[in-house]
Structure formats: C-alpha cells, structure tokens
C-alpha cells in the first residue's frame, strides 16, 4: 500500500516561489488552512497534492489582496491548468 502525501507538506515551499512580498508565512498559513478543510470535506481524496496546493495557494493569495493568475500557479507547481481549474470548482 502507498502512503498518503499530504500536500500541506509543499505548501509553504511553493508559497516561496510565488513570492507574496515578505507575507509568504501568512498566506502558506491560510492556504494550509484551506487544504486542510480540502481533506475535510472529501476534495483531496485520490488527488495529487499540487494541484490542492495550487488551488489552495490561488485561494489563499486573494484572500490577502495577491492577484496570482492560474498561468502563474502552474508554472510554478508544474501541473496542468486543467487540473487547477477543476481543484478550483
């Protein structure tokens, strides 16, 4: 049996690379926060943890006023946009 990967582990390291202007810390806490309801309710369940990582990093990014568009958040995370558009909904 694989183990679980819990995409709250990368959350703080992509925060970083998206560069939120010294407020990384803030929105990794809120985007942890966001993933962490992701599990709660079932979204996270058989999905890679990029893409609910990117999603809740483009969540959390508006919450605290940062415009990352999703072109952005892939690059970044290397995932689909495809993938990031259906984490989103």
Not at 7 to 22: D, M, Q, S, V
Not at 49 to 74: D, K, N, Y
Request: glycine content about 6%.
């Amino acid at each position: 049996q694989v183990p679980v990967i819990e995409p709250t582990h990368y959350i703080e390291r992509f925060a970083a690379k998206l560069e939120f202007e010294g407020k990384e810390l803030e929105v990794a806490v809120t985007a942890r926060k966001i993933a962490n309801r992701m599990k709660k309710d079932w979204i996270q369940t058989g999905r890679r943890p990029e893409g609910i990582c990117g999603a809740a990093l483009i969540v959390a990014a508006r919450m605290h006023g940062f415009r990352r568009t999703q072109s952005e958040v892939v690059e970044v995370m290397r995932i689909c946009e495809q993938t990031l558009k259906n984490r989103l909904m």
